[in-house]
């Protein structure tokens, strides 16, 4: 996608710990772009024509909830395109959807599937507004309403599952027990929670963070001067053949081959905002 047409919004202080930003997307462009596996869960207003994804044969619904997904896909436009984006944290959606984020897994679902009567006004009220500002607004209220109702427990399960995510974040290669050990739950309790909240088991999404801290510690490289051993042992893989093989799982062709054709970005480890 064009990065001019892109707008990125932080959330205010109280939903910083469940959203890590919005963002506004405008285009009368046709696009075909790919898409990789980011780590995080979304809800998508689509004002205009919706994306088509050919790998799922569907295109999104005005209102989706992206999931977690593992392999790479292509989002396409014939024009006509306007969006607004919530991305969360990755163990942050099931606060204000009351519904499990495994539900979501490798899916792109309409939102009014849930038959969740507040959620289908905002995406009406949404789709009225002509101003992102404004949108963005109507989005954080509705947000911090579900947020005022969600049950203490479900904010305490959060907080344990957000504790092994950093884990994860700064070392990928941390084992599932030591994991565990960390949200103070035994090894199937924790990987019960996890994939609820997440939306994706432990062991899958580490070799998303893995592949992701890839992409970031790629990106300001050109393909003659990325050292792929050095990026392997700093991502968090074993070797730089696993690297190359993982990498080629998640985006579909080797890293030399990427960086040829691509301008690396890792969504994951960016701060938009």
């Known amino acids: 996608m064009i ?110 599937n849930l038959e969740d009567r507040n959620l289908n006004e905002l995406s009406e009220r949404i789709f009225d507004c002509d101003s992102d500002e404004i949108c963005i607004n109507l989005i954080e209220n509705w947000l911090l309403t579900r947020l005022a109702g969600c049950k203490s427990e479900t904010l305490r399960r959060i907080g344990r599952i957000d504790a092994t995510v950093r884990q994860i974040l700064y070392s990928p290669q941390t084992t599932v027990s030591d994991l565990a050990s960390v949200a103070c739950l035994s090894k199937k309790q924790f990987e019960r929670e996890f994939g609820s909240l997440v939306g994706i088991n432990p062991k899958e999404y580490a070799r998303i963070v893995r592949f992701q801290k890839a992409l970031s510690l790629m990106q300001n490289h050109s393909c003659q001067s990325v050292n792929l051993a050095q990026i392997a042992y700093a991502s968090g893989y074993s070797d730089q053949s696993h690297f190359c093989r993982e990498f080629k799982h998640f985006s579909g062709c080797t890293p030399a081959v990427l960086l040829k054709d691509t301008a690396l970005h890792s969504d994951l480890f960016a701060n938009p905002v």
């Open 3 to 112: 990065q001019d047409n892109f707008r990125f919004y932080k959330p205010c202080r109280m939903l910083q710990p469940f959203v890590r930003f919005y963002w506004a997307f405008r285009s009368d462009l046709r696009l075909n772009t790919l898409s990789f596996p980011v780590g995080c869960t979304q809800i998508i207003f689509h004002k205009r024509k919706p994306l088509y994804i050919p790998e799922f044969c569907v295109s999104q619904d005005r209102l989706t909830i992206s999931g977690q997904v593992n392999f790479s896909s292509h989002l396409c436009s014939e024009g006509d395109l306007e969006m607004i984006v919530v991305v969360f944290h990755p163990h942050a959606m099931s606060a204000f959807l009351n519904v499990p984020t495994s539900l979501f897994y490798n899916q792109e679902t309409s939102g009014y």
